[in-house]
């Protein structure tokens, strides 16, 4: 079973960045396309990036293209995500997850979830 860990969430105002992490145990993770998702208290799951296992990133959302970043370290078995120029409409908790083929901005078509890490921007 593959286990997914994200990290690097936390507090931050408005304009702050951070880089978000998350780490497979696997020894097969260049097999997969890694995906982020966002999901705010009362709202529903959204897509934020993906990554094939080839490095093809994909963003489709307007608001978050130019600030966001996905990459990922197939050696170290980690794909990142980074933030810059946070508002505070993009804070909710941020999961990583894997699956197998293509990339895809459907929550229900990836296999597996990391626990989520939360990240807050304030004012």
């Known amino acids: 079973q593959v286990a997914l860990v994200e990290s690097g969430g936390g507090l931050v105002q408005a304009g702050d960045s951070l880089r978000l992490s998350c780490a497979a145990s696997?020894?097969?993770?260049?097999?997969?396309?890694m995906g982020w998702f966002r999901q705010a208290p009362g709202k529903e799951r959204e897509f934020v990036a993906a990554?094939?296992?080839?490095?093809?990133?994909?963003i489709d959302k307007d608001s978050v293209r130019g600030r966001f970043t996905i990459s990922r370290d197939n050696a170290k078995n980690t794909v990142y995500l980074q933030v810059n120029t946070l508002k505070p409409e993009d804070s909710a908790v941020y999961y990583c997850?894997?699956?197998?083929?293509?990339?895809?901005?459907?929550?229900?078509?990836?296999?597996?979830w990391g626990q989520g890490t939360q990240v807050t921007v304030s004012s």
């Open positions: 696997v020894s097969t993770f260049s097999r997969y396309a």
């Open positions: 997850a894997a699956k197998s083929g293509s990339t895809s901005s459907m929550y229900n078509q990836y296999t597996y």
């Open positions: 990554i094939s296992w080839g490095g093809v990133s994909r």
